[in-house]
């Protein structure tokens, strides 16, 4: 079964501070991978996504992640945080190419940024 | 393009009552999605649906029932709803799960409460 792990449940960070948030993942077969931003009050919006090809994906606002198989993970990087940066993360998975395919997202990370 | 719109975007029910919450979208997506959102816990997968007629169970099924009588639509019921559903529910769409065209677009949010 597909399952995500988030290890940081909150991170605070000062602005222009760096930011790395881990995501590992558990399935066996090729995988879609996201990472999405929920802005307080709001519903999630997509960061950026890795599907196949170059494993370093961009996305917007700065952000990036890197797909590494071995690990099985997806981590989340931005060179410098900003205070708009201010929200919850979730990394997802789902099995590609599976017509029972179905995305599973992690328990999310609160990112708080001290202005 | 309204994508996916969620209705009602609140409502309080007393213990025992029943509810249906509806999602539409109008992207012409094949898959679709219940998930409830609950503080630490990250989005939990309620039913998903891989297309007009079918629906199959995630990771926290019970107590809810899902339709997907047309492809636009994914409606999701509590029959007798209980303090322990008090939750935040997203509805998402996706066109596929495999290849590019594979992240959810998520609507509002319902917040229910059950009292």
């Known amino acids: 079964a597909q399952s995500v792990s988030q290890h940081n449940h909150h991170v605070i960070l000062s602005e222009a501070a760096s930011l790395e948030l881990g995501c590992n993942y558990s399935y066996g077969g090729t995988v879609n991978l996201f990472w999405y931003v929920q802005y307080p009050g709001q ?3 997509l960061l950026l996504k890795y599907f196949s090809g170059d494993p370093l994906v961009k996305g917007i606002k700065g952000f990036e992640a890197e797909f590494i198989k071995s690990k099985f993970s997806f981590n989340l ?4 945080v900003q ?8 990394c997802a998975v789902n099995g590609g190419y599976s017509s029972a395919s179905k995305i599973i997202f992690g328990s999310g990370t609160r990112l708080s940024i001290r202005p | 393009n309204a994508g996916v719109t969620q209705t009602p975007k609140f409502r309080v029910l007393k213990t025992g009552q029943s509810m249906t919450l509806l999602c539409a979208q109008d992207m012409n997506h094949e898959y ?3 998930y409830r959102q609950d503080p630490g816990m990250g989005l939990r997968l309620i039913h998903y649906s891989v297309g007009e007629g079918t629906t199959a169970k995630g990771e926290v099924p019970d107590g809810y029932n899902v ?3 047309k492809k636009q639509n ?3 019921g509590l029959e007798s709803a209980a303090p322990s559903q008090t939750s935040v529910y997203f509805c998402a769409s996706s066109y596929s799960t495999g290849g590019a065209n594979t992240e ?3 609507g509002q949010g319902t917040r229910l409460t059950v009292v």
């Open chain 1, 83 to 90: 205070w708009s940066d201010t929200a919850e993360y979730f």
């Open chain 2, 104 to 106: 959810a677009f998520f």
């Open chain 2, 74 to 76: 994914f409606l999701l």
């Open chain 2, 67 to 69: 339709s997907r009588l």
């Open chain 1, 43 to 45: 519903h999630l919006q």
């Open chain 2, 32 to 34: 679709m999605y219940w």
């Open chain 1, 77 to 80: 990087r931005k060179p410098s």
